[in-house]
């Protein structure tokens, strides 16, 4: 099975100020039909997940362009340029290229 | 808009089954891939199973394999998990998904499975 590793699993951060997840999988995501399917969700307190990036580095359907994602192979960035009250949750890459289907532990994000 | 609307959660003792469902709206439900995963009390997200759009194909977590088994009736637009031999661990939230290639992009709200004596 594919492990991913998130770092940090916490982050304090300033509101307005930037914030960035890494994630690294144990083995190259890149499919065999060329694409890599590297996805981030976010997860607010009470909710369930919530697409915000698919493919690496493309934007869901009405996820804020303060959202970004990066990266290639095994290793990935989360970044948000500017974090906002509503950005506070749990944040998970997960990889779809091979079953299973695998998560990273999560990256809790809060306010200072 | 698309919708998941999960059902069939509660307690039940372990040994025991239970069948979960998810009604899903707002897209053709014969086109798409669905997945079920599950988040246990205060813990992260583990992927337990998926179906192709035309249910000919299916894949499992290994904790799960020949006690789970995932279905859907596409003309009831209805995914189905069925869930036998239930252990203490497969206590949690279980959301189905919906799948556009390969990608988790509509969750529903989830249902909760309690296993417990």
């Known amino acids: 099975d594919i492990v991913m590793t998130q770092t940090p699993l916490s982050s304090p951060v300033t509101l307005g100020q930037p914030a960035s997840i890494s994630c690294r999988s144990s083995q190259s995501l890149v499919h065999g039909d060329g694409s890599t399917y590297l996805n981030w969700l976010q997860q607010r307190p009470g909710q369930p997940p919530r697409l915000l990036i698919y493919?690496?580095?493309n934007r869901f359907s009405g996820v804020p362009d303060r959202f970004s994602g990066s990266g290639a192979g095994t290793d990935f960035t989360l970044k948000i340029s500017r974090v906002e009250a509503e950005d506070v949750g749990v944040y998970y890459c997960?990889?779809?290229?091979?079953?299973?289907?695998?998560f990273g532990q999560g990256t809790k994000l809060e306010i200072k | 808009q698309v919708q998941l609307v999960e059902s069939g959660g509660g307690v039940v003792q372990p040994g025991r089954s239970l069948r979960l469902s998810c009604v899903a709206s707002?897209?053709?439900?014969?086109?798409?891939?669905l997945h079920w995963v599950r988040q246990a009390p205060g813990k992260g997200l583990e992927w337990v199973a998926v179906i192709s759009y035309d249910g000919n194909h299916k894949y499992y977590t290994d904790s799960v394999k020949g006690r789970f088994t995932i279905s859907r009736d596409n003309s009831k637009n209805t995914l189905y998990l069925q869930m036998n031999t239930l252990r203490s661990e497969d206590t949690a939230v279980y959301y189905c998904a919906k799948d556009g290639n390969r990608v988790f992009d509509y969750w529903g709200q989830g249902t909760l499975v309690t296993v417990s004596s």
């Open positions: 997960m990889q779809a290229t091979q079953y299973p289907h695998t």
């Open positions: 707002g897209f053709t439900f014969s086109n798409y891939g």
């Open positions: 493919k690496i580095s």
